[in-house]
């Protein structure tokens, strides 16, 4: 079902038509963060079966309007209606019994608990009876549940058992589980593997089709073209325009989105290389074996794999030397006999994880701890930090990834999803590593600033011969960058691939 909705042609006058009225109506809404304006006078519209997404680029908004519609933020301005009724959630239990439910970008689980009780947290006397919880009905409930969502668990696991995309899962089926009106999905698919996101986008459809009015949040722009109806594009807080999803292309949307167009950008050419950087052979730990392959200085090679193909373990296992069980490491021809991550970073070696939020930073601290963090040995005198160093340094990190701040003396868990990934990004760059290790350098980073650490990468790679080695998840990310692409399946490599055979064929071919 198409659905219709406002255009920015014309006035942007949003006509709420007999036939069809909306299932959500907000209209001027407004919210500060003490000085910051991160919502100004934005308007959502969204009918019964419509899947709208809500693009923009990092530190627009989107979480900010996300928390409101979920009860999680009050608004200081604005008016939501829900079904023609006022809506005014002053927490997210009375947001959900009004018919409105969220997924977060963050994880938002308990890991100590089963997968059950995570689905039905805080509505477990739905299952309890004289004080005591019947089990049996909450594991059936929850099996059914995830049955006909297609989700693939155990609903007696413990959460932590799970691998990062089944729980994401997991909190889908939560948000489902309270049958919603409007469901808000903030960037989910950056924790999907790609069957868990297949899964999400015929969920996602059959929704639509029982009248769910869906409001979706993602940088991935071909995703949002699989399955949103129409989309809303808003900057620093205001709105820019909202069009039907099949007026748009991913060009446009971009070039919407950052105010330029990027559709241009091509890798420039670049030099035969030779100098060797790092040398690693039959290396083998848990979740891969036998891996051998080298990166030249200045050269980009990639790992690409499906999710749990071992991509991720041969990363860590290179940046945290200790787990190897067989193989040897050599960096500019020496042997490597490092056994732990100080000794990489000792070595020269940065390393850009994963799950930033666990892995990565330290939410409750300023950006500029967090930058000068990676960058001790340089910031300290005697015992001492030089506070004006590690600054310095943190202003240089803001400017070169553009962090949307008001200083680098503001909180990292201030700053929007994608802010935390500069940032992270930021703190390695400055170590000025020989050799840097990323792991999915751009999940969560908009389409301007993707662009823009991909000429930063080429950039240090050809001048100051800095070694790359990355895993990449993103398809178009992998054929741009990369100078060699190895491919990894079931945690061996199967295939490698360098200049015109970097092709999608080729490498679904060998990853699958
Ligand atoms: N709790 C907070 N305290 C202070 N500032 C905040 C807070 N939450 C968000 N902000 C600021 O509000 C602005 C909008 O942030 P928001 O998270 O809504 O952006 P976003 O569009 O979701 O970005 P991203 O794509 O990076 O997730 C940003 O400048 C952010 O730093």
Not at 138 to 148: D, F, G, P, V
């Amino acid at each position: 079902m198409l659905v219709e909705t406002h255009t920015d042609t014309g006035s942007k006058d949003h006509l709420d038509t007999p036939r069809q009225p909306y299932l959500l109506a907000a209209e001027g809404l407004n919210k500060n963060y003490g000085p910051i304006q991160a919502v100004k006078g934005l308007d959502v519209y969204l009918r019964a079966g419509e899947a709208l997404a809500l693009c923009g680029e990092n530190g627009a908004g989107k979480s900010t309007i996300f928390k409101i519609l979920a009860g999680e933020v009050v608004p200081d301005g604005g008016r939501i209606t829900v079904s023609g009724s006022e809506y005014k959630p002053a927490n997210a239990s009375q947001a959900v019994t009004a018919g409105v439910s969220m997924v977060h970008q963050e994880f938002n689980i308990l890991p100590h608990i089963s997968v059950a009780e995570n689905i039905f947290i805080g509505r477990m006397d739905e299952f309890s009876r004289f004080g005591r919880i019947n089990w049996k009905a909450l594991y059936s409930a929850a099996s059914r549940l995830l049955e006909s969502l297609g989700i693939k668990c155990n609903p007696r696991a413990e959460m932590r058992s799970l691998s990062p995309s089944t729980q994401k899962m997991v909190e889908l089926a939560r948000a489902l589980s309270t049958d919603p009106k409007v469901l808000l999905l903030d960037e989910i698919t950056a924790s999907l593997d790609h069957d868990d996101a297949d899964t999400l986008h015929r969920l996602m459809n059959a929704l639509r089709a029982k009248g769910v009015g869906i409001i979706y949040v993602s940088h991935r722009l071909q995703e949002i073209f699989l399955s949103c109806t129409s989309i809303e594009i808003m900057k620093d807080g205001s709105w820019v325009a909202t069009r039907p999803a099949s007026e748009l292309d991913e060009d446009q949307l971009s070039a919407l989105m950052v105010g330029r167009d990027l559709a241009d950008w091509k890798r420039p050419a670049r030099p035969p290389l030779q100098e060797e950087m790092l040398d690693v052979s039959g290396l083998t730990a848990s979740g891969f074996r036998d891996v051998s392959l080298q990166v030249r200085k200045g050269e980009i090679v990639t790992l690409a794999g499906l999710a749990g193909s071992g991509t991720d373990e041969i990363l860590d296992a290179i940046f945290d030397a200790g787990h190897l069980t067989a193989g040897t490491i050599r960096l500019e021809g020496s042997d490597y006999a490092g056994k732990s991550v100080s000794d990489a970073i000792a070595a020269g070696i940065a390393m850009v994880p994963k799950e930033r939020a666990v892995e990565g930073l330290i939410d409750t601290q300023s950006i500029r701890f967090n930058i000068g963090l990676a960058n001790l040995s340089s910031n300290t005198r005697g015992v001492f930090v030089d506070g004006a160093r590690e600054a310095e340094q943190a202003e240089q990190g803001a400017d070169m990834f553009r962090i949307k701040a008001r200083s680098t003396a503001e909180l990292v868990r201030s700053l929007s999803g994608g802010n935390k990934q500069k940032v992270l990004l930021a703190k390695w760059f400055l170590t000025n590593p020989r050799l840097m290790l990323l792991n999915n350098p751009t999940r969560g980073v908009d389409i301007g600033v993707k662009f823009e650490i991909y000429d930063l990468m080429l950039k240090l790679s050809q001048e100051k011969k800095l070694a790359i080695l990355m895993a990449s998840e993103d398809m178009a990310e992998v054929i741009r960058l990369s100078d060699r692409v190895i491919t990894i399946r079931h945690g061996e490599i199967s295939g490698v691939f360098e200049g015109p055979e970097i092709t999608e064929t080729n490498l679904i071919n060998a990853m699958l």
